[in-house]
């Protein structure tokens, strides 16, 4: 499902909840989850993460994706500057991510599987 031009940021950001409640609620279920969809990412770069790569193909409508420690920002169609809290698990995630304990992550952003 993508989202429509018309959508709402509010609506985006409750997409956004529902993609990343999807993942998995610890940083190692995280990592499982983004590995089965063959996701990658480069550590150390907020918009290139495997989550922030994970968003943008589940909803191709997004851009300037950034996953920050405390929140994830996001621009909508319409041209919306949205924002909601990064979720704990997230954030361990992408900090376990950047310190190299998911290597098998780190790539050039892509995702070369249908698992959304």
């Not at 609506?11 to 499982?32: F, K, N, P, Q, V």
């Not at 770069?45 to 989550?51: Q, S």
């Not at 319409?78 to 361990?92: I, K, R, S």
């Not at 376990?96 to 995702?111: C, E, K």
């Amino acid at each position: 499902m993508s989202f429509s031009p018309d959508l709402l940021g509010c609506d985006a950001a409750d997409r956004i909840a529902d993609l990343i409640a999807d993942l998995g609620d610890t940083a190692d279920a995280i990592a499982e989850r983004l590995d089965t969809a063959a996701v990658t990412g480069r550590p150390g770069d907020a918009t290139c993460c495997p989550i922030a790569t994970y968003l943008h193909h589940a909803e191709p409508g997004l851009s300037g994706i950034t996953v920050l420690p405390d929140r994830i920002e996001f621009f909508t169609e319409t041209g919306d500057d949205e924002h909601l809290p990064t979720p704990e698990p997230v954030a361990e995630f992408a900090a376990r991510f950047d310190d190299g304990h998911y290597p098998h992550l780190i790539g050039s952003p892509g995702h070369a599987g249908d698992e959304w």
